[in-house]
Every structure is written in C-alpha cells, then in structure tokens.
C-alpha cells in the first residue's frame, strides 16, 4: 500500500434539522480546510430549506450557503466518517466504535433572526478552526 496516498479525514455534523448549525459549521470547514478534510452534513429531522437567517449571517463572512439544501442522516454517512460532531441531535445519532464523537452545545438559531446568528455563527467558526488543527494540521 503506498503511503503517499493518505485518505482525507472525513468530519460529519448532525443536528435535527441541518438548517443551521451543521450548515454553518459545514461550510466553515469547507471553507477553511479547502480539499484537506472530506465534509458531510445532515439531520435526524431535515428541514426543507436552509434557515434564511443563517443564510445571510455567513454571506455577511464571504460564505454563500443558499444553494445548500438538508439532508438526512443516514447510518452509511456515520459510517463513512472519522469524526461525528453532533449539535443538538440527541440519541438519533447513530453510535458506532471507533468514531471520535465531539458535542458541541450550541444555541439553536431556528427562528432567530441574524442578530442572534452571528454569535453562534462565530462560535461555530472558532471551533471549526480548532478541528482542523487537530485533524488536518498542516
């Protein structure tokens, strides 16, 4: 096996309705990791659109997530991740060993408007730079 081809490392973020957060922190790491890290995300519950609110909060930091849409979280999208970074999903979460499994407790920005996104926007940013450091350091 050549070790010149080292797999990405593969980071999930489920939340219920993968409107918001995970969407949030999803695009961060794209944002920032660029092709280092293998980004998924999803919802035990799915919205059907992203929260407009969130929306606009990460345009406000040059990041344009209108085009994405919710997921949901499947078993196989666990499964093909090294890191499972749940926000408010509760015990939907699949469980397997082996995965790094993070909580992060955040507020939830359904039905807030973009004054009340920005910080957990920020918070979400903050943690996500973390991530790559102990991920994909480099």
């Not at 990041?63 to 979280?73: M, N, R, W, Y």
């Not at 499964?79 to 909580?103: E, H, N, W």
Request: hydrophobic content about 40%; charged content about 20%.
């Amino acid at each position: 096996m050549s070790s010149s081809t080292t797999p990405r490392p593969s980071v999930l973020f489920a939340c219920v309705h993968n409107a918001g957060r995970s969407q949030m922190a999803a695009a961060f790491l794209t944002h920032l990791a660029g092709d280092r890290i293998e980004v998924r995300s999803a919802g035990s519950a799915p919205a059907e659109t992203v929260n407009p609110a969130v929306v606009e909060a990460m345009k406000e930091v040059g990041i344009d997530i209108s085009a994405e849409t919710p997921k949901i979280l499947t078993v196989e999208a666990v499964q093909a991740s090294d890191v499972v970074i749940t926000m408010g999903c509760g015990d939907t979460c699949p469980v397997f060993p082996s995965k790094r499994y993070l909580t992060w407790q955040l507020d939830d920005p359904a039905g807030q408007g973009v004054d009340a996104v920005r910080p957990i926007r920020d918070a979400i940013e903050t943690r996500v730079r973390v991530l790559i450091s102990e991920v994909a350091p480099g």
